[in-house]
């Protein structure tokens, strides 16, 4: 019987088809200290991103076949080590994409009608002060029409087009390597109608010139920001910047600049370049809309999650 020990959880979802299948599932948090003594009897381990799975752990289990996370980033294991020892390491790519793409626009609205603002001052100053921030919060704008940019046109930055289009916006996307995605809309009231929307990419100073909101979709390991002061320099005045990437894709003291001079009218932050504990000037800012890096926390991606990694573990042993 293949044994599986999911120490940071799994979605009942997932549990519940790896069971039909015969297989054994243990959910249960098992320490760092306790991990070297229990998972040498276990076939698989499905780790979030608390678990650390370090070569001196791996040497330890000749049995183990199968290192899976339940979400993205591989940092938190030693991926290269493992498949070095023939045992295969799996993510789930795919899962929250949608989700990272909801909060993009989330925050994109939230911007475009100062509900970050109302949110935050409405609960103090609203009585005294209604009618005054009534008018301060007036100046809103609509989505509609409004050109967005995407930076990274992958499997999140492709989701936010097919939002973006159905919203009546400009997309232009660029990528280093993409040139064209199919983006199709289903159109389930339609009687599951598939409309083809194909997009092509642009270049990366066009997109810069002419976004109105300026999302990125890039992956980012530390070096040079993506998105850096000479960029922001080239985007177009009161253009809005939004990360839900990685903390650091943006520069953090240029975008604080940014925002000071009124060269941007607002940014959209999930990630930080200290996390957990992002820049006060930037969380505080009037013009910012912020979330604790949520991209991929939904009920749905969760549920996604586990059935994905599921699916690769029955492929895996042929059932
Ligand atoms: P992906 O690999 O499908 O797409 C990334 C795209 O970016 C690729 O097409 C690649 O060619 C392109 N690219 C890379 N460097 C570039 C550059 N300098 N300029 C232009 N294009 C570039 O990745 P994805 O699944 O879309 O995820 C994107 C990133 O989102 C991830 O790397 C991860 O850091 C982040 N993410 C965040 C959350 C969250 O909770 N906020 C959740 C999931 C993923």
Redesign the pocket.
């Known amino acids: 019987m293949v044994k599986i020990l999911a120490t940071d959880g799994l979605h009942q979802d997932g549990i519940t088809l790896l069971e039909e299948a015969g297989y054994q599932v243990d959910i249960e948090k098992v320490d760092a200290d306790a991990l070297p003594a229990v998972l040498p009897g276990y076939d698989v381990v499905i780790v979030r991103s608390a678990t650390k799975i370090r070569q001196e752990l791996i040497d330890l289990c000749p049995n183990l076949k199968i290192i899976a996370r339940a979400g ?2 591989l940092d938190n294991i030693d991926a290269e080590y493992a498949r070095s020892k023939g045992i295969t390491v799996m993510n789930t ?2 899962a ?2 949608r989700s ?1 793409a909801e ?1 993009v626009f989330g925050h994109i609205f939230s911007l475009s009608r100062n509900l970050h603002r109302a949110h935050r001052e409405m609960p103090t100053s609203g009585h005294s002060n209604f009618k005054e921030l009534k008018k301060q919060c007036s100046n809103g704008t609509q989505v509609f029409g409004r050109t967005l940019g995407i ?7 492709q989701e936010v087009a097919r939002i973006g289009v159905g919203l009546g916006m400009k997309v232009m996307p ?5 040139n064209q995605a199919d983006i199709g809309i289903n159109v389930y009231n339609s009687g599951n109608v598939r409309l083809s929307v194909q997009l092509e990419t642009y270049e ?1 100073e066009e997109v810069l010139s002419s976004a109105d909101f300026l999302t990125i ?4 390991h530390g070096g040079a920001p ?1 998105i850096g002061e000479e960029h922001i320099a080239q985007m177009k005045d009161g253009a809005v910047l939004i990360n ?3 903390g650091g894709a943006i520069d953090e003291k240029a975008l604080l600049k940014g925002l000071n001079s009124g060269k941007l009218r607002g940014a959209a932050l ?2 930080y370049e200290n996390e957990p504990t992002p820049m006060q000037e930037l969380l505080e800012h009037p013009n910012v809309s912020c979330s604790p ?5 939904t009920l749905e991606a969760r549920a996604n999650i586990g059935l994905e990694l599921a699916d690769k573990i029955l492929a895996f042993f042929g059932d």
């Open positions: 993205v980033g790519p795919a929250s994409s990272v909060l930076v990274g046109f992958g499997r999140i930055g660029v990528d280093l390597v993409v990366w979709h890039v992956p980012f993506i839900t990437a990685r999930d990630v890096h949520i991209g991929a926390s």
